[in-house]
């Protein structure tokens, strides 16, 4: 009998000491929703790059969980806000109307990589466009673009009446701007969607950054890329979370995770995916894909200088109802791009 009571008492003293050497936290884990494949920047990069300056930024107390989700990309801002998932990124382009204000930075000729526009495009955002409300019901944490986009084709494209008529895939955004004055055929449909299309002959070409010669594998199924000078068009994106994760968070955490975002999350997302473009380049040489660089004196360069005009002041009339000063924030734009000096 005393012996059992020995052992009793030897247990609770044991857990009593465990639970003094317990943690006084409990862990919050913050889910990320993404897309793209695994290989993409923004999957093999930024997001485990940025849960890791999450954790040391709270010191434990918050862990980003990645999970990948299988819809359509335009869904994830929804997921986002109804708390399905606490934070994703996506393309504007793919919610034609919502989200004007970023296309900014996908307007032709900017002349600069991903990390310079991205910076650009969070400084113009913090500025000019945030109290827009574009993103009411969500928390903007960065943004970014991808490199400069191509023409990706299974035929040779000498000037842009070669193109007139062939089916195009687009992203949407300014991608579909510049389709319709290309009087191409724009078929939309999400980046992952691209091998399978052009496998099967859905299209005949595609508008994307040279990353996806890579990522996406159009180098087996594409023959050339066509590469205006200054670059044809960007794409833009936003990393964001739910407000309400954010206001459940201890102060002190909210404010780590707000200190590794921003326009450090924005310049390292652009960095990530300025590496990528430039695996890309390599994997499509190695295929033998034919990288078309086309020179500023070339008969397509006067071409695309004609068919562009007209395109910012369009822009800038298409966001009146936002009440911004775009003219402005355009010039600023692209003098903090063409400016921009990555941190060494």
Do not use: C
Not at 201 to 212: K, R, S
């Amino acid at each position: 009998m005393k012996h059992r009571l020995k052992s009793a008492m030897s247990v609770l003293i044991l857990a009593a000491g465990a639970a003094m050497t317990a943690p006084a936290y409990s862990e919050t884990i913050l889910r990320v929703g993404t897309w793209l494949p695994p290989t993409n920047a923004q999957n093999a990069v930024v997001w485990p790059t940025w849960a890791k300056w999450v954790e040391e930024a709270t010191e434990g107390r918050v862990k980003v969980k990645i999970e990948n989700s299988s819809g359509h990309p335009k869904t994830l801002f929804q997921l986002v806000e109804d708390g399905v998932y606490d934070a994703s990124f996506s393309y504007h382009g793919y919610v034609p109307g919502r989200f004007k204000l970023p296309q900014i930075v996908e307007q032709p000729g900017l002349g600069v990589g991903a990390e310079a526009a991205s910076v650009a495009l969070w400084r113009v955002y913090e500025k000019y466009l945030k109290d827009a409300n574009e993103f009411d019901g969500l928390e903007v944490i960065g943004m970014f673009t991808h490199g400069p986009g191509h023409i990706h084709t299974k035929k040779p494209i000498d000037s842009f009446s070669d193109l007139e008529g062939m089916k195009i895939r687009v992203g949407g955004g300014v991608q579909s701007v510049l389709a319709e004055r290309m009087h191409v055929t724009a078929v939309g449909a999400p980046a992952p969607k691209v091998y399978e299309m052009l496998q099967q002959g859905v299209i005949d070409g595609a508008f994307l950054p040279m990353m996806e010669q890579k990522v996406l594998r159009l180098n087996e199924v594409t023959n050339y890329v066509t590469v205006l000078p200054e670059g044809m068009y960007m794409g833009s994106f936003s990393i964001f979370v739910n407000p309400e994760f954010m206001e459940d968070l201890e102060p002190r955490d909210r404010k780590a995770i707000l200190a590794v975002s921003g326009e450090k999350l924005s310049a390292m997302a652009g960095r990530a995916w300025d590496a990528g473009d430039a695996e890309g380049y390599q994997a499509a040489k190695a295929a033998g894909v034919k990288i078309v660089h086309v020179s500023a004196k070339d008969l397509m360069s006067r071409q695309f200088e004609k068919l562009i005009q007209g395109m910012d002041q369009e822009w800038i009339e298409s966001v009146q109802d936002r009440d911004v000063n775009a003219a402005e924030a355009l010039r600023e734009l692209r003098k903090i791009a063409r400016s921009y000096q990555p941190a060494q």
